[in-house]
């Protein structure tokens, strides 16, 4: 997974040789499990059945959940209705299934078919309405969510002894646990298919798209098979949480979604497609849960464990990619090789020469008919991305009108709208950038808290405090960001891994900061700029559109804007073209993290204080908005007007539901269903 | 090559090993006491912490420091974690397991097979439904009845309400909610003119109530009914030029900001700031109490030491009104005995802080438990 360039093939290595070099990224995680797993065993002093057994059941389910997504992600998307697929499933289960021994075989293939059908949906609109993969399932996500709510409002039910027993229980007793034989079996399904035409074409479709179409591959079929795949999965996984838990539990799923993803990438799959398997994802998935005996063993403070988790993380894949051909190897090389250059004068910068200026040939003559093409026609594309969020918005506003009328005349909703989505535009900037460059930014949450905490910690109610403290939050939160950045270009850790780990990491670090218990207030000052008024304008309405104006140019028309795009496109056309991409990575990462402190700060100035968590609710609407507003998840393109019209259409649809007296499960599904309304409308 | 990379591999796992051996020497507990462990699910809130505060108050008070070794470990808020963690520690020795369960029922099978090896499991706060696990809790439909039956009677039985409620899904949430609508529906002239999920977060309640306050205006609202976030919902009606003498009633919130709120006017207070001092604004204060936790750990004791110890400790619900409201000077426990029930803002700067830390049965934790895991000197 390290190394993101392909391998120049010098010479021949034999069979075996090239099978371990295609299955590296699992080998090594296997490695690193295998040195947590009998760790944690020595130091507990205890080795039996009983324990493989407990560690085979605990993983089993994400494991499974994994093998979905890695069929997904193979293709180059992304499936976020994974962790909503496990609890719809679970809930199905625990309201409907008998004690009979028909219905519980019945109930199993409910399982199964809920998944299917579920990743049938999202795939023919991926594969074949060509929507973007985080779109629709970010929309199936919350519809399934809804539909989970209405079938159980709370925990409870109960699930068959004899289904629990069969999944969970002993396959040959004493010395063969029936999880094993779970996972076994979806390891061989993932064989099965990996061996077929259909595993081929994952691949081909991952690598390139438009290549494999080219070469015969019938691209939105192998899709749509993947999206199914991936269903069935989280079906299996779901019917493997009931028979662990033995009942039901509309949230036991939502915590899950991360650490699929976590899963995946530990195991060696690179997200966007073409490279890795299900069986690191496995061996990812298990590495992760073991995480909690090695906290348990360690004895690490509870303050500590997120960070210790975090660390974790980073090590088990760091321990991947060492070796000579490791991204730091690589950068450690061309720093000597610098050096020596500098040292012997032999440094191309040491040699300039002028800088070439090719002639170009005359323009054409404009004939004098033809009229220069109109600005709607230069801008034609980006148009068709960009219009889509605002006609959604315009609906969503004539529907509020609609029902509460005093909407469209009234200053103050359009004020109360701005100040709402002022946190989602300026997040939309830094994870907009980062997704432009084909990365993703998920140390937003406690990028924001902690600086919220410091910032209103140091501040206390004073304004003059508050000068000194607003700069020294987003230094830290910039800082934060750039170390993001530092080890996604050294170390070539995945983004994924590298943000998930820094998440943990500063919710450790806001936990020590504040001893558990958040104290400061924002000043004056900065809570007049969120809830004063000049003349019924909150001045955040004025920042807002400052910002709004200030990103538009910064990745319209700059240098660095420009940068972003060509890396987002291309790493290596970037590079050939003589764009330094590390420090370009660096410095989105860097502005992400500067955006994220920038709302902790706002966040903290809107209640008067900073609490803990206070970030959690931002992730994934900080996604969607930058995807609704028709970005690229795989990167390069996108506007930032795009994403602010994004921002603006989610703030609005949430604030009419609001409104209404919908329950909170039908508020989910309508959502879901104006987001994926939306975008499909008008697709290019 | 390929060997170096696993090699690297084992490498960077071999930090955690060495370490866990260090620490593993270093750390051997004491024969005679019993092993006790703490699982939470998910750290990363105000209540959560607050509690944990003052769980380690109470294993290093004296008395219990003798008996037990606590050991505090957090899940995340991933079922499936704390099922195997909950597993690792009846593994290890563990006499006892403290719990904040992230799911009344995902805990079943491992709580059951824990309770079949002799370990006592017991839940603070959230419930397990498993028969054989120790509960303690306050009846949460009680609570949602109550604060509600309050406010139709502050309303007279008429007017329009905004109900903040709390995390979708959960057991708790859907209790109090239900329980408080089933109030409402009796009287029909209260009616709920908006709805919002508050997720127990004064930052969200801040988020919901403005959605809200976009479609709808304040005239229009005559009382609230919040999980979490009056504290937010009286500073916001400052914010738009309310009178304080006009705020809205308010149920829910036993936040310390919320109760220095209800205090009469004028009292003084060292420390207030902005919305966070005393008004005397019409509540009904209560939340889920953060001492739960810490009684549930003297069950433990009680229980290891021999005593009987009921399944199931129902806690009285910790309800405040701007009759029995009053402000503490020091925060002992033996002063909350006597019936104090909020802290001054220059101690507790936070006013999001859960204020309902008092329980008769816990004279070994106080206001310096909560804030920094101390316990009360024993005289």
Redesign the interface.
């Known amino acids: 997974m390290s190394a993101v360039l392909p391998r120049p093939a010098l010479h021949r290595r034999k069979a075996w ?1 090239s099978a ?2 295609r299955h ?1 990224g699992a ?2 995680a296997l ?2 499990f295998l ?2 797993f009998c ?1 944690v065993n ?3 002093g ?1 080795f039996t059945y ?2 493989v057994s ?2 085979a059941s ?2 089993a ?2 494991a499974l959940a994994a093998v979905g997504q890695t069929f997904v992600v193979l293709t180059g998307g992304f499936d976020l209705s994974a962790g909503a697929v496990v609890s719809l499933v679970n809930v199905v289960l625990g309201a409907g299934m008998g004690t009979s021994a028909g219905s519980q075989l019945l109930f199993g293939l409910v399982a199964l078919g809920i998944g299917g059908a579920v990743g049938a949906v999202n795939g023919v609109l991926v594969a074949y309405l060509r929507m973007q993969p985080i779109v629709v399932t970010l929309a199936t996500m919350f519809i399934v969510q809804g539909i ?2 209405l079938v159980a ?5 109960a699930i068959a002894p004899e289904f ?1 027993a069969a999944l ?1 229980g002993d396959a040959v007793p004493g010395w063969l646990p029936a999880p094993v034989v779970v996972v076994a079996a979806a390891a061989l399904v993932w064989w099965l298919a990996r061996n077929t035409r259909f595993g081929v074409s994952l691949y081909a479709v991952g690598s390139d798209e438009d290549a494999a179409f080219a070469a015969g591959v019938a691209t939105r079929w192998a899709k749509l098979r993947a999206y199914v795949m991936a269903g069935l999965f989280y079906g299996a996984a779901g019917a493997f ?1 009931s028979a ?9 799923g ?3 979604l991360l ?1 699929i993803f976590a899963a995946v990438a530990l195991g060696g799959t690179a997200l966007g497609g073409g490279r890795g398997g299900a069986m690191g994802s496995i061996i990812g998935a298990y590495t992760l ?1 073991i995480a ?12 500590y ?2 960070v210790a ?1 975090g660390a ?1 993380l980073i ?2 894949v ?8 490791s991204p730091l190897a690589a950068h450690v090389r061309l720093a000597l090789l610098a050096l020596e250059a500098r040292r012997t004068g032999t440094s191309a910068a040491r040699h300039r020469s002028p800088p070439a200026r090719p002639r170009l040939p005359d323009a054409p003559r404009r004939t004098s008919e033809a009229a220069p093409p109109g600005w709607v026609a230069r801008n034609r594309k980006t148009l068709a991305y960009v219009l889509p969020a605002y006609a959604g918005l315009a609906l969503v506003l004539l529907a ?1 009108q609609a029902l ?1 009328g ?2 469209l005349t009234n200053p ?2 359009f004020n ?2 701005v ?2 989505s002022s946190f989602l535009a300026i997040l939309a900037l830094g994870q907009g950038t980062v997704i432009l460059t084909g990365g993703l930014d998920l140390s937003l949450p ?1 990028v924001i ?1 902690l600086v919220g905490i410091v910032v209103a910690g140091s501040v ?2 004073s304004d003059a405090a508050a000068l000194w403290a607003v700069p020294l939050g987003l230094a830290l939160g910039t800082a934060v960001g750039a170390l993001n950045g530092l080890g996604i270009v050294l170390f070539g850790l995945p983004p994924i891994v590298m943000t998930l780990a820094m998440n943990g990491i500063l ?1 450790g670090a ?2 020590v900061y ?8 924002a000043s ?1 000052g900065m ?1 007049w700029i969120m ?1 004063g008024h000049i003349g019924g304008l909150t001045p955040v309405v004025v920042v807002v559109g400052a910002f709004a104006a200030v990103a538009t140019l910064l990745l319209g028309s700059t240098l660095f804007g420009r940068r972003v795009y060509a890396v987002g496109n291309s790493p290596l056309a970037a590079r050939f073209s003589g764009v330094g991409v590390g420090a370009t990575l660096m410095g989105a990462y860097a502005l992400s993290g500067f955006c994220a402190a920038l709302v902790g700060i706002l ?1 903290a100035s ?4 900073a ?4 970030g ?2 931002y992730l994934l609407p900080s996604i969607a908005a930058v995807v609704v507003g028709g970005s690229l998840i795989t990167g390069g393109r996108g506007h930032y007007l795009g994403m602010l019209g994004g921002v603006l259409l989610l703030t609005a649809l ?3 539901l ?2 209404t ?1 919908l329950p ?2 039908v508020r989910d599904i309508v959502f879901g269903l104006v987001v994926l309304g939306a975008v499909l409308a008008l697709r290019d | ?2 060997t ?3 090699a ?10 060495a ?3 260090g ?2 020497h270093a ?1 051997e507990p004491a024969k005679d006491k019993a092993k006790v462990f ?1 699982s ?1 699910s998910y ?4 209540w959560q ?2 509690a ?2 003052m769980i380690k108050a109470m294993a290093a008070s004296p008395d219990v420091a003798s008996r037990i070794d606590l ?11 704390q ?3 909950i ?3 009846v ?2 020795g563990a006499k006892a397991i403290l719990v904040y369960p ?8 491992v709580v059951k097979n824990a309770c079949s090896k002799g370990v006592m499991v017991i839940a603070y706060d959230a419930q397990i ?1 498993e028969p054989c696990a120790y509960n303690v809790s306050m009846d949460q439909e009680e609570a949602g009845r109550v604060t509600a039956e309050w406010l139709v009677k502050v309303l007279g039985g008429k007017g329009n309400i905004v109900a903040v ?1 709390g ?5 708790v ?3 109090r909610t239900k329980a408080a609508k089933e109030v409402f529906a009796k009287s029909p002239g209260i009616k ?6 508050g ?1 127990w ?4 309640a ?3 109530l ?7 205006s304040w005239d229009r609202i005559d009382g609230l009914w919040m999980q979490v976030g009056c504290f ?1 919902a009286d ?2 009606q400052l ?1 738009s030029g309310i009178a304080e003498d006009k705020l809205k009633p308010c149920a829910g919130e036993g936040s310390n900001g919320g109760r220095v709120q209800m205090l009469p006017k004028g009292t003084p207070v060292e420390g207030a ?4 001092k005393p008004m005397a604004a019409p509540r009904i204060s209560y939340a889920s109490p953060p001492y739960s936790g810490a009684y549930a750990l003297r069950l433990v004791v009680d229980k290891l030491s021999g005593k009987d110890v009921p399944l199931k400790t129902v806690l009285p619900l910790p309800i405040v009104t701007n009759d029995t409201v009053k402000l503490c000077k020091t925060g002992t426990w033996q002063e909350m005995s006597e019936g104090c029930n909020v802290f001054q803002p220059a101690v ?6 859960f204020a309902s830390i008092f329980s008769a049965g816990t004279p070994e934790v106080g206001l310096k438990a909560a ?2 895991a101390e316990p009360e000197k024993l005289r």
Do not use: C
């Open positions: 040789g371990l070099a590296r080998l090594v490695a690193v040195v947590l760790g020595l130091l507990s205890s009983f324990q407990f560690i605990g993983g389910a994400l989970t709510l409002d709370k925990p409870g039910g629990v969970t949480v662990q838990t033995g009942s039901a539990d509309p949230l036991v939502r915590a899950m650490e849960m909690v005996n090695v906290l348990l063993v360690l004895n690490v403070p509870a303050f464990s997120s988790e974790l090590l088990a760091l321990g991947g990619s060492a070796g000579r051909r509020t509460f005093n909407t103050g909703f109360a709208l100040v709402l406690w808290t206390r109610g919710q806001a936990l504040s001893g558990g218990t958040p104290d400061g207030f004056p809570r809830t966040l809107f209640s008067g204080q609490s803990l968590g206070m959690d609710e949430s604030t009419l609001s409104g007296m909170h499960a | 090559m390929k170096s990379t696993l690297g591999a084992a490498l960077a796992s071999l930090p955690f090993i370490g866990a051996a620490l593993g750390q703490l939470m750290i990363g809130n105000d912490a607050e944990t505060n050991d505090v470990q957090v899940a995340g808020a991933n079922a499936q974690k099922i195997q963690q597993n690792a520690m593994q290890a992230i799911s009344p029922t995902a805990l079943n099978q439904t409620t995390v979708p899904g959960t057991s949430d859907t209790l709920i003119v908006a709805e919002a999920p997720m977060s004064q930052a969200v801040r988020t919901e403005s959605k809200i306050l976009a479609t709808q937010t500073q916001m914010e700031n902005g919305a966070y507790v700067s936070n006013p999001g802080w804030l920094s």
